[in-house]
Nanobody, 126 residues
């Protein structure tokens, strides 16, 4: 069964850090573009970054640049999102997803992804 499972969310104070995980089963993550997204209440899903298949030339959205870092552990078939200097406005449900098809250009638009995890809640509050 093809599946993505996010974990690592929780409650964190402003200025704190969290590391989210995206574990894949039933397929090999390295063969796909991987995106991280978030969706806050009442807002559209926002693309944060795209990690291309087979290389580490990450494309970051402005909202993620400088504070968020993506990495992968091929042996664990898992991708991580390290989030630092968190702000109230980072509160959202965070999702990972794999891009449509193989060999396509990396993008941060949700429409370019077709396999999604269930999401993990991140709440930034004092």
């Amino acid at each position: 069964q093809v599946q993505l499972v996010e974990s690592g969310g929780g409650l964190v104070q402003p200025g704190g850090s969290l590391r989210l995980s995206c574990a894949a089963s039933g397929f090999t993550l390295n063969y796909h573009n991987i995106g991280w997204f978030r969706q806050a209440p009442g807002k559209e899903r926002e693309g944060l970054l795209c990690l291309p298949a087979g290389n580490d030339q990450v494309s970051y959205a402005d909202s993620a640049e400088g504070r968020f870092t993506v990495s992968r552990d091929s042996a664990r078939n898992t991708v991580y999102l390290q989030m630092n200097s968190l702000k109230h406005e980072d509160t959202a449900v965070y999702f990972c997803a794999t891009g449509r098809g193989i060999g396509k250009r990396c993008a941060t638009s949700p429409s370019e992804y077709d396999n999604w995890g269930q999401g993990t809640q991140v709440t930034v509050s004092s």
